[in-house]
C-alpha cells in the first residue's frame, strides 16, 4: 500500500489539497480568459469532464477583471495564474481561490509583499510555481536550468512567506523532462510540509505527455509525493484530465472505475478482441466503482485471469464463457458475450 507523505491540508475554494484528501487533478483553459463566454465553456467542459480544480492565464488587466464574471458562472475552484505584473494578482484576488506566481518573473521582493497581502485579507492560498525555464537569475547564474536550481528556489521563496507569516502554501517544481523533474520534487519533498501540485511541464502532444507524465507523475505518486496535479498536453482539454484519471487509477493512489485487463494482440487469439475491449471500454465508461474485468482472448491465460477477475470473459473459438468473481455463469456465442459481460458488471457495481 502506497503511503503518502504528510503534509498540510490547504483549500482551493472548495476542494482541499494536501493531507488525507484525495490526489486533485486540473486542467487549464487555453481561451482568451476576457472572452467570458469562451472560458465558461472551457471551464464547463472540464467540470464535465472530472476536473476538480481549473486554472486561468492571467496576462493583462482585462483578463484580470474578466474573473469575477467567470467566478459568477462556474462551480469549479478558479485559480490565477500570475507572471511578470504582480498588479494583476492583486485584482484577481478580488474573485479567485488561489493565486498562482511565478517568482522567476515577478522581480522586486516588495511585489511579492504586495500579492502576500492581498492573499491574507481574501484567505487564499498561494502556489509558488518554480519553473526550470524561468528561474530567478540569482539560482539560474549559481545552478543553472537544474533541479538544484529549482530546489533552491523553492526554499527561498517558501521561506520568504514564511517570514510574513503566510503558511497557506502549495509548491510546483516543472521542467520539460521527466528527470529533473522527478529529481527536484524528490530533493524538495522533506524539506517542508506543503503539498505539491505534480507535472511535467510543456510535455507536448497527446502521445509524448502520457508517456511524459506517466513516468514522471507515477513515480512520484508510487513514493508517496503529491497532492494534486496536471498532466499539460498540447491538445484537447479533456485529454488532460482522463490522462490524470488514468495515472491515479494505474498507479493505485485512486480506486475508481473498471481496471479492464485484456491480451495484447498475438496469433493465439480466438476473437475480435480490439473491437470487443474498445465497445466494453465505451458501455462501461459510466460506471464509478473500482472492479478488476477481464477480456480475455484465448485459452492460454483466458481461464487463469478471469479466475480473479470481479467480472471476465474468456473467450472461446466462436463462443466463450463469462465468468463472475471465478464462476462460469454463462456459456455463450461469441455475439453475445459482450451484452452479457456488460449486464454483470452493471449489475455488480449496482450492489457495491
Not at 507535472?199 to 505527455?209: K, L, M, Q, R, Y
Given at each position: 500500500m502506497i503511503k503518502r507523505y504528510p503534509t498540510k491540508k490547504i483549500f482551493v475554494g472548495d476542494v482541499a489539497v494536501g493531507g488525507d484528501a484525495p490526489i486533485s487533478v486540473q486542467s487549464m483553459t487555453y481561451s482568451d480568459t476576457h472572452n467570458v463566454a469562451a472560458t465558461v465553456e472551457q471551464i464547463n467542459r472540464l467540470h464535465f469532464a472530472g476536473a476538480d480544480i481549473v486554472r486561468v492565464a492571467v496576462p493583462d488587466m482585462e483578463d484580470a477583471l474578466a474573473l469575477k464574471a467567470i467566478k459568477e458562472q462556474i462551480s469549479l475552484p478558479l485559480v490565477a495564474d500570475?507572471?511578470?505584473?504582480?498588479?494583476?494578482?492583486?485584482?484577481?484576488?478580488?474573485?479567485?481561490?488561489?493565486?498562482?506566481?511565478?517568482?522567476?518573473?515577478?522581480?522586486?521582493?516588495?511585489?511579492?509583499?504586495?500579492?502576500?497581502?492581498?492573499?491574507?485579507?481574501?484567505?487564499?492560498?498561494?502556489?509558488?510555481?518554480?519553473?526550470?525555464?524561468?528561474?530567478?537569475?540569482?539560482?539560474?547564474?549559481?545552478?543553472g536550468p537544474t533541479a538544484e536550481a529549482m530546489v533552491a528556489s523553492a526554499d527561498y521563496n517558501i521561506k520568504f512567506l514564511e517570514d510574513l507569516g503566510f503558511s497557506d502554501i502549495k509548491i510546483s517544481l516543472k521542467a520539460s523532462d521527466v528527470q529533473r523533474t522527478v529529481e527536484a520534487y524528490r530533493m524538495l519533498r522533506p524539506k517542508n510540509i506543503y503539498p505539491f501540485h505534480l507535472?511535467?511541464?510543456?510535455?507536448?502532444?497527446?502521445?509524448?505527455?502520457t508517456v511524459k507524465s506517466a513516468i514522471g507523475l507515477g513515480t512520484l505518486l508510487l513514493e508517496g509525493i503529491g497532492d494534486t496535479m496536471r498532466v499539460s498536453i498540447t491538445g484537447e482539454l479533456e485529454e488532460e484530465i482522463k490522462v490524470g484519471r488514468a495515472i491515479l487509477k494505474d498507479s493505485g493512489v485512486a480506486k475508481e472505475g473498471l481496471n479492464i485487463i485484456s491480451c495484447p494482440t498475438c496469433g493465439r487469439i480466438e476473437a475480435d478482441l480490439v473491437t470487443a475491449v474498445a465497445e466494453i471500454e465505451k458501455r462501461t465508461a459510466h460506471i464509478k466503482t473500482p472492479l478488476d474485468v477481464s477480456v480475455m482472448g484465448c485459452v492460454v491465460n483466458a481461464i487463469g485471469e478471469a479466475k480473479h477477475a470481479d467480472v471476465a470473459i474468456a473467450y472461446g473459438k466462436g463462443k466463450g464463457l463469462v465468468m463472475v468473481k471465478g464462476e462460469v455463469v454463462a456459456n455463450l456465442d461469441e455475439k453475445e458475450l459482450v451484452d452479457r459481460f456488460v449486464h454483470e458488471v452493471e449489475d455488480m457495481a449496482g450492489k457495491e
Open positions: 500570475i507572471h511578470f505584473n504582480y498588479k494583476l494578482a492583486l485584482i484577481a484576488a478580488q474573485s479567485v481561490d488561489c493565486i498562482r506566481f511565478n517568482p522567476g518573473n515577478i522581480g522586486d521582493k516588495n511585489k511579492i509583499k504586495e500579492i502576500v497581502k492581498a492573499c491574507q485579507e481574501r484567505n487564499l492560498p498561494i502556489r509558488i510555481g518554480v519553473n526550470a525555464g524561468s528561474l530567478e537569475k540569482e539560482f539560474d547564474d549559481k545552478y507535472g511535467v511541464t510543456e510535455a507536448g502532444t497527446i502521445f509524448h505527455a
